[in-house]
């Protein structure tokens, strides 16, 4: 069984940073890709950022371009995403994901509140 752990969540102010931790466990032998995805009260999930196996290849959302930084420790199977100079649209509950054998597994989830 595969397990995804968030942690790295707080109340931080507008302009303020975060780093979000995924830390996988299990059956894991190899992660295929891995990514961040936040839902704020009301909206839908949407992707803030992925990354490939290999690290080569990373994609953002727009709203998060420059600001949000997404990494990951394959040797620690420990996935991050750096936050800087939040907003309070960034306010949302941040899942992690990755892909393993062609399924998609999920945390729990993880909150990021940024007051104005």
């Known amino acids: 069984q595969v397990r995804l752990v968030e942690s790295g969540g707080g109340l931080v102010q507008a302009g303020g940073s975060l780093r979000l931790s995924c830390a996988a466990s299990?059956?894991?032998?190899?992660?295929?890709?891995m990514g961040w995805y936040r839902q704020a009260p009301g909206k839908q999930r949407e992707l803030v950022a992925q990354?490939?196996?290999?690290?080569?290849?990373?994609d953002y959302a727009d709203s998060v371009k420059g600001r949000f930084t997404i990494s990951r420790d394959n040797a620690k199977n420990t996935g991050y995403l750096q936050m800087n100079s939040l907003k309070p649209e960034d306010t949302a509950v941040y899942y992690c994901?990755?892909?393993?054998?062609?399924?998609?597994?999920w945390g729990q989830g993880t909150q990021v509140t940024v007051s104005s």
């Open positions: 990354i490939t196996s290999s690290g080569s290849r990373r």
């Open positions: 299990g059956s894991i032998f190899s992660i295929h890709a």
């Open positions: 994901t990755i892909v393993v054998g062609g399924r998609d597994y």
